[in-house]
């Protein structure tokens, strides 16, 4: 069963995808060894190889992972929202707090230098579905004079840049819950594309 797409309807091998995403959210990818990975499994080494070939395999189906939790509870949750701002909020809100609560979405974002060119490629497939829905969304605000005139590309862009760093801010023990945080991202975001 080598991969770099893992059969995720499987708990054991979630569980090592999950594990293995939380110690290299933790340690980084360079610095966490598959014997640590196993040992939080409760596997052996070769019980994980058994499921991946390479430490760069299990990273991209991490990823690979990652996206299909960003899919099922993100992109598919806002992609029929009619009104084109209602849908970057809730694109915005339900991807920081996924990024905040998954460590497998955390992973995307951080450790692309760690894969090869062909798996980033694969990857960045994935990734352009959820560029599209943001410029589409943006062009439908600009049309509908929801928002002034911009460069959908470069505000999708400017979008990602806002939610996927956002997590950072994030304490549990701060003064802002998950979901404010989210909305006041959003509202800093939209108040200056709001027409006067």
């Given at each position: 069963?080598?991969?770099?797409?893992?059969?995720?309807?499987?708990?054991?091998?979630?569980?090592?995808?999950?594990?293995?995403?939380?110690?290299?959210?933790?340690?980084?990818?360079?610095?966490?060894?598959?014997?640590?990975?196993?040992d939080?499994?409760?596997?052996?080494?070769?019980?994980?190889?058994?499921?991946?070939?390479?430490?760069?395999?299990?990273?991209?189906?991490?990823?690979?992972?990652?996206?299909?939790?960003?899919?099922?509870?993100?992109?598919?949750?806002?992609?029929?929202?009619?009104?084109?701002?209602?849908?970057?909020?809730?694109?915005?809100?339900?991807?920081?707090?996924?990024?905040?609560?998954?460590?497998?979405?955390?992973?995307?974002?951080?450790?692309?230098?760690?894969?090869?060119?062909?798996?980033?490629?694969?990857?960045?497939?994935?990734?352009?579905?959820?560029?599209t829905?943001?410029?589409?969304?943006f062009?439908?605000?600009?049309?509908?004079?929801?928002?002034?005139?911009?460069?959908?590309?470069?505000?999708?862009?400017?979008?990602?840049g806002?939610t996927?760093?956002?997590?950072?801010?994030?304490?549990?023990?701060?003064?802002?819950?998950?979901?404010?945080?989210?909305?006041?991202?959003?509202?800093?975001?939209f108040?200056?594309?709001?027409?006067?």
């Amino acid at each position: 069963m080598a991969i770099s797409r893992l059969p995720t309807n499987n708990l054991r091998v979630r569980r090592i995808l999950e594990q293995s995403a939380r110690l290299i959210c933790q340690y980084g990818f360079e610095a966490t060894s598959m014997q640590q990975i196993a040992d939080a499994c409760g596997l052996t080494k070769a019980g994980i190889y058994h499921y991946v070939k390479t430490k760069e395999g299990l990273l991209v189906a991490i990823m690979h992972y990652g996206m299909d939790l960003f899919e099922e509870e993100v992109y598919r949750q806002v992609v029929n929202i009619q009104d084109p701002v209602e849908r970057l909020r809730m694109t915005m809100i339900r991807n920081i707090k996924l990024t905040l609560s998954r460590k497998e979405v955390a992973i995307i974002l951080n450790e692309n230098r760690a894969m090869s060119r062909s798996a980033l490629r694969d990857l960045n497939v994935r990734r352009r579905q959820y560029v599209t829905l943001l410029e589409s969304a943006f062009r439908e605000a600009i049309e509908r004079r929801q928002i002034r005139p911009i460069d959908p590309t470069v505000a999708a862009f400017s979008f990602l840049g806002i939610t996927l760093w956002t997590p950072n801010l994030y304490r549990a023990d701060g003064r802002l819950s998950m979901q404010q945080l989210a909305e006041t991202a959003f509202d800093q975001f939209f108040h200056g594309l709001a027409l006067n």
